[in-house]
T-cell receptor
Framework: DAKTTQPPSMDCAEGRAANLPCNHS???????VYWYRQIHSQGPQYIIH???NNETNEMASLIITEDRKSSTLILPHATLRDTAVYYC????????????FGKGITLSVRP | NAGVTQTPKFQVLKTGQSMTLQCAQD?????MSWYRQDPGMGLRLIHY???????DQGEVPNGYNVSRSTTEDFPLRLLSAAPSQTSVYFC???????????FGQGTRLTVV
C-alpha cells in the first residue's frame, strides 16, 4: 500500500472550514484514500473514503486531485469536538489489504 | 448494536504474567485485526485475520499470539508480558475489502 505524508499539526477557528492536506504520490490505480480520526485516545473513527471522485457525507468532504497524488479532507464548520488526530490512509480493497496508520495530523480547533 | 467490544478496558500485569485480551464483534465481519498504540505514535498492526481459522502477522507480532476459531471473536494472547508491551491495544473489524473499519474503545495495559 502506498505511503502518505501529512503535516504534523494545524489549527483553525471554530465555525470555520478545516482543510486537512495529504500527499500520496505513489498511490496506485486500485488504491482508495481513507480518512479516520482519533479523539483523545478513543478508538479511531471512520470519516470518509474515495477513489478518484470527490466525496461528501454528513461528516466531511474529500477532494482528490485529478492525478490522485494528493487529497484534502474538509470539515466545513469545525467545532471544538473536531479536535483530534486525523489519519490519511491509502489502501487497496484486496482481501489481505491492511489498514496502516502513520502519525496523522493533529487538528486543534480554537474557540 | 454493540459493534466491536474489547475487554478488559484496563489491566495491570507483572512481568512474566500471561493474559488474553478479548475482542468480539457482532457485525459478521470477516476481517479482524489488533493494533497497539504507544504515546505520540500512530497505531501499529500486530496480527490480523481474514476469517475463521486464518491469521497472519502484522508489523509488530513478536510476543503476541492470536487465533480465530469463530467469526465473532479474535483474542490476543500475551504469553509472558514484558514492560515493552505497555501500550493501548485496539481491535478492529471490517468486511473483506470493505470500506470502513470499526474499532473498539481500547484496552490500556500496563506491565510492571
Amino acid at each position: 500500500d502506498a505511503k502518505t505524508t501529512q503535516p504534523p499539526s494545524m489549527d483553525c477557528a471554530e465555525g470555520r472550514a478545516a482543510n486537512l492536506p495529504c500527499n500520496h504520490s505513489t498511490i496506485s490505480g486500485n488504491e482508495y484514500v481513507y480518512w479516520y480520526r482519533q479523539i483523545h485516545s478513543q478508538g479511531p473513527q471512520y470519516i470518509i473514503h474515495g477513489l478518484k471522485n470527490n466525496e461528501t457525507n454528513e461528516m466531511a468532504s474529500l477532494i482528490i486531485t485529478e492525478d490522485r497524488k494528493s487529497s484534502t479532507l474538509i470539515l466545513p464548520h469545525a467545532t471544538l469536538r473536531d479536535t483530534a488526530v486525523y489519519y490519511c490512509i491509502v489502501r487497496s480493497t484486496g482481501a489481505n489489504s491492511k489498514l496502516t496508520f502513520g502519525k496523522g495530523i493533529t487538528l486543534s480547533v480554537r474557540p | 448494536n454493540a459493534g466491536v467490544t474489547q475487554t478488559p478496558k484496563f489491566q495491570v500485569l507483572k512481568t512474566g504474567q500471561s493474559m488474553t485480551l478479548q475482542c468480539a464483534q457482532d457485525m459478521n465481519h470477516e476481517y479482524m485485526s489488533w493494533y497497539r498504540q504507544d504515546p505520540g505514535m500512530g497505531l501499529r498492526l500486530i496480527h490480523y485475520s481474514v476469517g475463521a481459522g486464518i491469521t497472519d502477522q502484522g508489523e509488530v507480532p513478536n510476543g503476541y499470539n492470536v487465533s480465530r476459531s469463530t467469526t465473532e471473536d479474535f483474542p490476543l494472547r500475551l504469553l509472558s508480558a514484558a514492560p515493552s508491551q505497555t501500550s493501548v491495544y485496539f481491535c478492529a473489524s471490517s468486511q473483506i475489502g470493505g470500506a470502513r473499519a470499526f474499532f473498539g474503545q481500547g484496552t490500556r495495559l500496563t506491565v510492571v
